[in-house]
């Protein structure tokens, strides 16, 4: 009886082991999906839903320092959404997700209109006691021009 109930022990643990990754991939999924309707906000011109994916604490880096708080966000990135085209897009390249699942990191390219790369993006997401994924940090680079040279 011993040996029966030491290994279905080991038979439980060999499963959970083999589940940890499927899981992994499956949040990673989860915050590529949201990443991907976030941006889809920009697309649509839809202000309200942008908001919904900014956490109520959520710090975005700018230009004249960091906006803290979703209202400062919004605020600020309004003006993101008044034109009928958008300025820009993003879409996620990078996908990575803490073990704990409760933190995941996302980066990729920015685009302008016309598809020119314009800059390179990396938001922190979190996972948040109402079951969504919302923007925690984010932050903006535009790309390095290569020197010229004579």
């Known amino acids: 009886m011993k040996r029966f109930v030491i290994g279905l022990l080991a038979l439980g643990n060999a499963v959970m082991v083999g589940l940890a990754p499927g899981a992994e991939r499956d949040l ?3 915050v590529r999906a949201a990443e991907r309707a976030f941006a889809k906000t920009m697309a649509t011109r839809d202000l309200k839903s942008f908001s919904g994916y900014v956490s109520e ?3 975005f880096f700018g230009g004249k320092g960091p906006l ?5 966000v919004v605020e600020a990135w309004k003006r993101f959404f008044e034109a009928k085209d958008p300025p820009f897009s993003w879409e996620p390249e990078v996908v990575e997700v803490l073990g704990s699942g409760s933190l995941a990191l ?3 390219p920015v685009h302008d209109p016309e598809g020119k790369l314009i ?3 990396t ?3 979190r996972h948040e006691p109402d079951g969504r994924w919302r923007v925690v ?3 903006g680079c535009p790309v390095c021009e290569p020197e010229k040279r004579p």
């Open 28 to 30: 990673a999924a989860e």
């Open 137 to 139: 940090f984010d932050k």
């Open 57 to 59: 604490e959520g710090v």
């Open 106 to 108: 996302t980066s990729g």
């Open 68 to 72: 803290r708080g979703r209202g400062a």
């Open 123 to 125: 938001t922190i997401w």
């Open 119 to 121: 800059g390179t993006f």
